[in-house]
């Protein structure tokens, strides 16, 4: 990789307390993301993950530091860093297609009638929800909810696609399911991602790196985890691959051995 | 026939039947209260207690005798003009003014007190001085119905626009939304279910406060009619508008509804 593709250097969060001196949340962060990688940032609750992610976004602006995508600062939000919400944010009185053909006539509102429609059937496609394009979000499932927010950040081809603990609010097997439609869409549109989470066997299965972060305050990355498994990934067979068994335990030592966290 | 719709009619009839029963009685007691009889009479014609032969007030509602006196369907009428004139006005004015004070906390700042001051005045207390001001009978009682209308409507379009979550506030940043995006395609789908309830509310209070605002002003309308019927001693025709003000009011209340569930996106597709 000769060129920087999307860099975080010294970036640190504060956030004001009134008298006293500020709540520093992250600091320190140095961090390169290649293009196309997938990237899984991990952490006991109240270390800053989410919070990073939202500076990436720009919904949220770093207090030091530079955020740099394709050699450019990065200023405020963008349809270029697209987001899936953790509560999947569709807007409730538009359907399935009229929630992503929202968000794709305003980024690309040059398109043919015709084209706009392909698009976004293309993309409703994608995440097989042809069948429920004319439904409204609380007619569906809250997976199928949340393979409508990945289909509406994909539709806009962002340059990278941030989704800020994506399955965190399903049930396992609803989440298995979905992880297996993110690592297959991967295989067709590469795309760079990066995932907040706190499910170790989530981040393993999906990730190349695993950003391991330290507790809040002065939250800061602790340790990255290369994960060297083929792709495409099948959940059965890993649970006896090596590399597999050695990147879980050490996400389990990082986690409840140097960085246990009492629960509050 | 359906058991359930057999006891909708079944049991409001009853209720029907205690009800004129109590009346009778009170009218045993009071004098010169009118009985349910007389009052009948009086509301769709026929030979009364004395056995004169009475032209019902519901029976030739449309007659225009002259400019003062009027059937009954063009006291209903001018009031409801009144009513509509002065709610459309406040609607005018309430829904833009509530977006920006939902929007904007500086407004919020700077308005809020006002409102909470002026929200619990009787409409009436304006009255007089309305009726200073405009010196005319109608403008003052749609005046008073506009200042009956708006707090609500002002305070439920900010209440909607305050609900908007969080969530569809982001993906409008991330997709680059203008702030008259934002209105269009969030704020207002958010907002209007709570508009519609401001408008609800306004609408059945106006409604309330018409009556008493036309006896205060006189001339035509409603209320005046009933306070006019009361000085004419005609006691039954005070029941009548009593119960025509009722009625009206579940009406329009009825249309409101209707509309207020049409605009609403939580009802629909909904089993």
Known sequence: ?264 | MNKELLKKIILPLIVLIVIIQIWSGIAAIVEDFPTPSDTYVAAFGGINADGDEIIGVLSDPFYIENQDDKGIFWQIVSSLKRVLAGFVLAILFGVPFGLILGMSKISQYAFDPFIQIFKPISPLAWLPLLLFIFQDINMTAISTIFITSIWPIIINTALGVRSVSEDYMNVAKVLRFTNFEKIVQIILPVSVPYIFTGMRLSLGTAWLVIVAAEMLTGGIGIGFWIWDEYNNLNYHNIIIGIIIVGIIGYLLDLIMGKFANYFDYTQKGRA
């Not at chain 1, 299965?205 to 507790?215: A, E, F, K």
Request: glycine share 6%; proline share 5%; with cysteine.
């Open chain 1, 1 to 264: 990789m000769s060129k920087k593709f999307l860099s975080l250097e010294n970036i640190e969060k504060r956030f004001p307390i009134a008298g006293k001196d500020d709540y520093v949340a992250v600091t320190d962060i140095n961090l390169e993301i290649k293009e196309n990688e997938i990237v899984s940032i991990i952490g006991h609750s109240g270390c800053g993950k989410s919070t990073l992610l939202n500076m990436i976004s720009g919904l949220d602006a770093q207090t030091e530091g530079d955020i740099v995508l394709e050699g450019k600062k990065i200023k405020g939000p963008g349809p270029d860093r697209a987001v899936v919400f953790q509560n999947h944010s569709l807007l409730p009185w538009l359907t399935v297609y009229n929630n992503i053909e929202m968000a794709v006539k305003k980024v690309i509102p040059n398109l043919s009638p015709a084209e706009l429609r392909e698009r976004v059937e293309k993309y409703i496609n994608m995440v097989n929800l042809d069948h429920a394009k004319d439904k409204l979000p609380d007619e569906i499932s809250g997976g199928m909810k949340q393979r409508v927010g990945i289909a509406r950040a994909l539709s806009i081809t962002p340059k990278v696609l941030l989704m800020d603990e994506p399955f965190g609010a399903l049930d396992s097997l609803t989440r298995a399911n979905l992880q297996e439609h993110l690592m297959r869409i991967q295989q067709n549109v590469e795309n760079t991602v990066i995932i907040i989470t706190h499910d170790i066997d989530e981040a393993v299965l999906l990730s190349d790196r695993v950003i391991m972060m330290t507790n809040g305050p002065d939250a800061t990355i602790g340790e990255i985890l290369e994960v060297n498994l083929e792709r495409p990934r099948n959940r059965v067979e890993l649970q006896h691959n090596p590399e597999y068994i050695r990147c879980r335990e050490a996400i389990l030592s990082f986690l409840y051995e140097k960085f246990a966290k009492d629960d509050e």
